[in-house]
T-cell receptor
Framework: DAGVIQSPRHEVTEMGQEVTLRCKPI?????LFWYRQTMMRGLELLIY????????DSGMPEDRFSAKMPNASFSTLKIQPSEPRDSAVYFC?????????FGPGTRLTVL | QQQVKQSPQSLIVQKGGISIINCAYE??????FPWYQQFPGKGPALLIA?????SEKKEGRFTISFNKSAKQFSLHIMDSQPGDSATYFC????????????FGRGTQLTVWP
């Protein structure tokens, strides 16, 4: 198995632009998680889905952030409009039992 | 509010020494306690995990010690090696396959050769 796949791996954009991060979970996994990692705040859970349904989005910082999971093999995290404080590494993770597998992350830089 | 508190924030150990990282939690409903290891530029990866029905779990040089009454658990790395240099996260959850993990802030471990 290829593991959790994220794209792009790096994204540099200007303030005010829309950013879309993509994730393909491991086949057969029924839970998907979006995390954000920064030096200041550590690893923060933004939102997670069970069986494609959003369960807890209390970690989404603002209405500028949205996430979708249209099917079991794809999810997106969108930031519109982006701001410099959104600069971070964004991880997607998937899980079937209790073992959570992380993707390689997307390093987002907002100028 | 941090559900899982982790210390120290950073740790420097000499090669061959023992690395110890500690975590504490408040929610007595937690019943699954994993540790994740993260190398620079990579995502966290599951290292070892424990359930509260045992007080210790060992896998190779890595051991989790669990103290249910104190609501604390720790990771011990025996014979620490430079290749162990990474950031370590403890976490906790209610154990349901539908629940989420609550992560500690992480410990950056450096093992000097």
């Amino acid at each position: 198995d290829a593991g959790v796949i994220q794209s792009p791996r790096h994204e540099v954009t200007e303030m005010g632009q829309e950013v879309t991060l993509r994730c393909k979970p491991i086949s057969g996994h029924n839970s998907l998680f979006w995390y954000r990692q920064t030096m200041m705040r550590g690893l923060e859970l933004l939102i997670y889905f069970n069986n494609n349904v959003p369960i807890d989005d209390s970690g989404m910082p603002e209405d500028r952030f949205s996430a979708k999971m249209p099917n079991a093999s794809f999810s997106t995290l969108k930031i519109q409009p982006s701001e410099p404080r959104d600069s971070a590494v964004y991880f997607c993770a998937s899980r079937m039992t209790m073992k959570e597998f992380f993707g390689p992350g997307t390093r987002l830089t907002v100028l | 509010q941090q559900q899982v508190k982790q210390s120290p924030q950073s740790l420097i150990v000499q090669k061959g020494g023992i690395s110890i990282i500690n975590c504490a939690y408040e929610n007595t409903a937690f019943d699954y306690f994993p540790w994740y290891q993260q190398f620079p530029g990579k995502g966290p990866a599951l290292l070892i995990a424990i359930r509260p029905d045992v007080s210790e779990k060992k896998e190779g040089r890595f051991t989790i010690s669990f103290n249910k009454s104190a609501k604390q658990f720790s990771l011990h790395i025996m014979d620490s090696q430079p290749g162990d240099s990474a950031t370590y996260f403890c976490a906790a959850s209610r154990g349901s396959t539908l629940g989420r993990l609550y992560f500690g802030r992480g410990t950056q471990l450096t093992v000097w050769p």
